[in-house]
């Protein structure tokens, strides 16, 4: 039994430390093994998604939403904390539950003293007789030092991470509308091509930071932005969109770096469904083919050419397929809205409205 025992709370603090190291350390995505993380947030997930839908309220909805992020982490540092407690006080109780003081032995005594000296409280209640339980103390209170200056040195970096993804995102709103879309990103930049190609290059960047940070920090994809009507699954979708539209045939577009931009865009949105194990949606109506004939109108009243022939709506369907199916996945398992094609009418962008309503004048 007291080998057991042992193979029992060395498996529950293994299993701990190499959690938390694949997940504040590890600056890569694991793909097998048995993980808390995955685990604790599939389990928390399901019911917190369910609750969300049951608000009526868009706001109110995104507010709820938005709080899970933060306290996910919260809970997993809970979760870490309570099994490496138990793995040592199952080590203690293996190796005879050595421990003088008022409590007895026991097991119960050995969590006691497990949980004091993790959080090093020092309280003397209870103490090791045997150098076994020595060591084991201190190795415990070693490791809830280590563990607390992880989770010190994690947080800085998650939110460094969060604030530089939505800077882009509160600038897209002057650029593309509210929320972002492609047509009125276009419609905006008509008369300075050349200012298009800078915010694709810059987007092109965005994307490649957003696919390390999310990859290495898949909780980051749980925090929200700071309105409801923006988040960096819309951002990333119009900006795909906008490059889909230059790549079929937008008259002096940026073709070459839309072309990029595309690129490293639908390789973070494929690689993030891959992440949260999201397959590709197959019925997609974000375009049907009755509102075309309204983008080239929008376009054309703003000076750009856009192909009026099957040929070309045929690329524009391709493109779209290589991207749509997987940003709708998301949307749905995350709840966030994907942007129209063209901007809803009428509509304020969010620079435009204050505490008081709307009336901002430039």
């Not at 997993?76 to 409590?103: M, N, T």
């Not at 709103?173 to 810059?202: C, F, K, N, Q, Y």
Request: aromatic share 10%.
């Amino acid at each position: 039994m007291a080998a057991l025992k042992t193979i029992l709370g060395c498996i529950l603090i293994a299993t701990v430390l190499w959690d938390a190291f694949e997940t504040i350390i590890l600056p890569r995505r694991p793909r097998t093994g048995l993980r808390l993380t995955r685990m604790l947030y599939a389990l928390l997930w399901r019911p917190w998604k369910a609750a969300a839908l049951a608000i009526r309220e868009r706001q109110r909805r995104d507010r709820f939403l938005s709080l899970f992020g933060p306290l996910s982490f919260f809970f997993l540092l809970l979760l870490w904390v309570v099994c490496l407690i138990l793995g040592f006080a199952v080590l203690q109780w293996a190796a005879g539950s050595r421990l003088g003081g008022g409590l007895g032995q026991g097991f119960g005594a050995d969590l006691y003293y497990s949980g004091s000296t993790f959080f090093t409280l020092g309280l003397g209640e209870v103490f090791p007789l045997s150098n076994t339980a020595r060591f084991l103390s201190i190795m415990e209170s070693g490791t809830g030092l280590a563990l607390l200056a992880l989770v010190i040195s994690y947080l800085p970096v998650l939110y460094q991470s969060f604030s530089r993804r939505e800077v882009n995102i509160s600038l897209l709103d002057a650029r593309a509308g509210t929320p972002p879309t492609s047509v009125e990103l276009l419609r905006r930049h008509s008369r300075e091509m050349p200012e298009l190609l800078r915010v694709l290059i810059e987007w092109e960047r965005w994307s490649a930071e957003l696919l390390e940070s999310h990859m290495s920090y898949p909780v980051l994809a749980y925090f929200r932005s700071q309105h409801d009507n923006q988040s960096w699954l819309a951002s990333l979708t119009a900006v795909l969109d906008t490059c889909a539209l230059c790549l079929v045939g937008i008259e002096a577009g940026p073709q070459h770096q839309a072309r990029l931009t595309f690129a490293i865009a639908r390789h973070a949105l494929v690689d993030l469904a891959q992440v949260f194990n999201t397959p590709p949606c197959k019925d997609i109506k974000r375009l049907p083919p009755e509102n075309m004939a309204r983008l080239r109108e929008l376009l054309r009243d703003s000076g750009l050419q856009f192909p009026d022939c099957d040929e070309a709506e045929l690329k524009l369907t391709h493109l779209r397929s290589l991207y749509e199916p997987y940003a709708a996945a998301l949307a749905q398992f995350l709840l966030m809205d994907l942007p129209p094609w063209m901007k809803p009418q009428p509509a304020a962008d969010n620079w435009e409205t204050s505490r008081w309503g709307r009336g901002a004048v430039v």
